[in-house]
C-alpha cells in the first residue's frame, strides 16, 4: 500500500479509529473506521470509499444504530482545577 501523500510504502499501515460527527442530542459515534497513516508524511486519511460508506451512515443512522448511554465531560471553567 502507497500513501497517497508522499507516494511512500514503507510503514504505511492501516488503523480502526473511532469518529464523531454531530454534537448533543445529534451526536454520532462510527466505531472501526478505518485509516490510512503514513509514518513519513505524518498524515491520516481516509480513501473515498471510506468517506462514501460514512455518508450512506449519517444519513441512515436511525436504521443501523444502536443506542448506548456514555459519560460525556465537557472541559471548561468550571472544572479546569480538575487535575490529570
Do not use: W
Request: aromatic share 4%; charged share 20%.
Amino acid at each position: 500500500m502507497k500513501c497517497n501523500i508522499c507516494s511512500n510504502s514503507e510503514g504505511v499501515h492501516i488503523c480502526n479509529v473511532n469518529r464523531t460527527y454531530g454534537k448533543g442530542e445529534e451526536l454520532l459515534v462510527i466505531e472501526n473506521v478505518p485509516i490510512i497513516s503514513c509514518p513519513h508524511s505524518g498524515e491520516s486519511y481516509m480513501t473515498a470509499e471510506t468517506l462514501q460508506k460514512i455518508e450512506q451512515v449519517k444519513l441512515k443512522c436511525k436504521i443501523f444504530a444502536v443506542a448506548r448511554f456514555v459519560d460525556v465531560v465537557s472541559l471548561n471553567e468550571d472544572n479546569a482545577a480538575i487535575s490529570l
